[in-house]
T-cell receptor, first 112, second 118 residues
Framework: GENVEQHPSTLSVQEGDSAVIKCTYSDSASNYFPWYKQELGKGPQLIIDIRSNVGEKKDQRIAVTLNKTAKHFSLHITETQPEDSAVYFCAASKAAGNKLTFGGGTRVLVKP | NAGVTQTPKFQVLKTGQSMTLQCAQDMNHNSMYWYRQDPGMGLRLIYY???????DKGEVPNGYNVSRLNKREFSLRLESAAPSQTSVYFC?????????????????FGAGTRLSVL
């Protein structure tokens, strides 16, 4: 089955700096890659996703990149703010598949 | 529109006790999921229901059973709780969206149930 690895497991950045989280996946048939944000005491919530027919997608201060050849994708957060402190999960899914396979999560701390 | 509602929010069990975690969604989604979240291990799928009337095992199904009661409700049962089942449990729902050949599976999560088994 699919295996998704996520790095780093923790990330501490100064407010205003950028944060980058990287994920690799094993199944070349995967073609949908979402990112979820989990705030303390809450369930994960989708923040951005990318499909395999595009290489990059941006939404304000967050962006995702996908390298299908290398089977890795990344989340970039620019101009980090304290409210960006959370746990972030990457995931992968195949076409016509009901299941997401999640990475192990990255705890991001933005220091004021 | 409450989204995905899980009950209870917290539970403490003794080893060997049984309990059922309840989940309901009001988004008319076809698919529902149960995950467990353990430190450093992300979200692991226990069981899922692709549509009303069907259930399938996920990555870590041992020790659990599920029931898709109707389109709205999907329950998770621990028949004989063990300390290894101490975790945070999340229910999610989704409606599979297809845009041509490439599909999206956007999942909406409940707030979770924190379970401790002593």
């Amino acid at each position: 089955g699919e295996n998704v690895e996520q790095h780093p497991s923790t990330l501490s950045v100064q407010e205003g700096d950028s944060a980058v989280i990287k994920c690799t996946y094993s199944d070349s048939a995967s073609n949908y890659f979402p990112w979820y944000k989990q705030e303390l005491g809450k369930g994960p919530q989708l923040i951005i996703d990318i499909r395999s027919n595009v290489g990059e997608k941006k939404d304000q201060r967050i962006a995702v990149t996908l390298n299908k050849t290398a089977k890795h994708f990344s989340l970039h957060i620019t101009e980090t703010q304290p409210e960006d402190s959370a746990v972030y999960f990457c995931a992968a899914s195949k076409a016509a598949g009901n299941k997401l396979t999640f990475g192990g999560g990255t705890r991001v701390l933005v220091k004021p | 529109n409450a989204g995905v509602t899980q009950t209870p929010k917290f539970q403490v069990l003794k080893t060997g006790q049984s309990m059922t975690l309840q989940c309901a969604q009001d988004m008319n989604h076809n698919s529902m999921y149960w995950y467990r979240q353990d430190p450093g291990m992300g979200l692991r799928l226990i069981y899922y229901s692709a549509s009303e009337g069907t259930t399938d095992k996920g990555e870590v199904p041992n020790g659990y059973n599920v029931s898709r009661l109707n389109k709205r409700e999907f329950s998770l049962r621990l028949e004989s709780a063990a300390p290894s089942q101490t975790s945070v449990y999340f229910c999610a729902s989704s409606d599979f969206w297809t845009g041509g050949r490439l599909a999206k599976n956007i999942q909406y999560f409940g707030a979770g149930t924190r379970l401790s088994v002593l």
